[in-house]
Nanobody
Framework: QVQLVESGGGLVQPGESLRLSCAAS????????MSWYRQAPGKERELVAS????????NFADSVKGRFTISRDNAKNTVALQMNSLKPEDTAVYYC?????????WGQGTQVTVSS
């Protein structure tokens, strides 16, 4: 059974940082493309950042470029999202997604709230 468990969300003030982590189990993590999505109230889920399985190439939404980084540790089956210079518009539920071939798996999400 595949499980993706996110952690690290919380309430922070604008300009602060958070680090989200996603722990994967039940799948061949090193062969899985990993990504982070977010969904704000009343909005569609959107891609935030992704990292490929082999080369570790990364991709970011324009809204987070220069502020967020994504990394993976294939030895620990984890993927992290480092979020710096957070803005109120970053407030959302953040989801971890794994893609292995045609199979897609989602985590349960973790809330990030940026507010003064």
């Amino acid at each position: 059974q595949v499980q993706l468990v996110e952690s690290g969300g919380g309430l922070v003030q604008p300009g602060e940082s958070l680090r989200l982590s996603c722990a994967a189990s039940g799948l061949t993590f090193s062969r899985s493309a990993m990504s982070w999505y977010r969904q704000a109230p009343g909005k569609e889920r959107e891609l935030v950042a992704s990292i490929t399985s082999i080369s570790g190439s990364t991709n970011f939404a324009d809204s987070v470029k220069g502020r967020f980084t994504i990394s993976r540790d294939n030895a620990k089956n984890t993927v992290a999202l480092q979020m710096n210079s957070l803005k109120p518009e970053d407030t959302a539920v953040y989801y971890c997604k794994a893609r292995l071939g045609s199979e897609i798996y989602w985590g349960q999400g973790t809330q990030v709230t940026v507010s003064s």
